[in-house]
């Protein structure tokens, strides 16, 4: 079954590090790619995603995310990360199921600290 | 656009009460899906519709859980009976496409006591 994994499960970080979430997933085929964030209390925001071309992908606050597709990684990164990027962040990834249904599938997510 | 609409915020009931989560997508967008989130399992998808017709319910839990779509504009997430095991933030997202990027709710908390 197509899968996600997300094996930072919570990552703590001092103002200005940097930062590397990992995410992969099981799935052979064609794929569109995600990364949303949870700022505590809120709801799911788009951080980036990728369809195709280019496999770095630049999205907001400075976040940016490769796509190596011989790896079936889409590993997010940003150099040097502020107090206020402290977050859950998920992967996610569409996936064609039997039946042609089309559906996102998430990863469990990675929780973000970040202290000053 | 207001964007994704979702009542209530939170509800609190007790086990074996119905409870009703309603959202109200984003003008235009075809398909809207409907999200459960817990500590445990993480997000799952429960069910999505495009054009007010259910694709994929294979998320739903069990038959205490059923899904309208009734208009373009508007679906509710029923549970009945509840029970604490339910207890969690349900999210209703909505998309132009369905492997597009789509918009979250702010979500409902539930708590079945």
């Known amino acids: 079954a197509q899968s996600v994994s997300q094996h930072n499960h919570h990552v703590i970080l001092s103002e200005a590090a940097s930062l590397e979430l990992g995410c992969n997933y099981s799935y052979g085929g064609t794929v569109n790619l995600f990364w949303y964030v949870q700022y505590p209390g809120q709801h799911l925001q788009l951080l980036l995603k990728y369809f195709s071309g280019d496999p770095l992908v630049k999205g907001i606050k400075g976040f940016e995310a490769e796509f190596i597709k011989s790896k079936f990684s889409f590993n997010l990164r940003k150099p040097s990360v502020q107090w206020s990027d402290t977050a859950e962040y998920f992967c996610a990834v569409n996936v064609r199921g039997r039946g042609y249904t089309d559906k996102l599938i998430f990863g469990t997510g990675t929780r973000l600290q970040v202290f000053p | 656009d207001a964007g994704v609409i979702q009542s209530p915020r939170h509800e609190v009931t007790e086990m074996g009460q119905e409870v009703t989560l309603r959202c109200k997508p984003i003008s235009g967008h075809d398909y809207l899906f409907w999200y459960r989130q817990t500590m445990m399992r993480g997000l799952e998808l429960l069910i999505y519709?495009?054009?007010?017709?259910?694709?994929?319910d294979s998320g739903m839990p069990e038959d205490r859980f059923s899904a309208k779509m009734p208009n373009a504009s508007f679906s509710t997430l029923k549970i009945q009976p509840s029970e604490p095991r339910d207890s969690a933030v349900y999210f209703c997202?909505?998309?132009?496409?369905?492997?597009?990027?789509?918009?979250f709710g702010p979500g409902t908390r539930l708590t079945v006591l």
């Open positions: 519709f495009n054009n007010n017709v259910p694709i994929d």
């Open positions: 997202a909505s998309s132009l496409a369905a492997l597009g990027e789509q918009f």
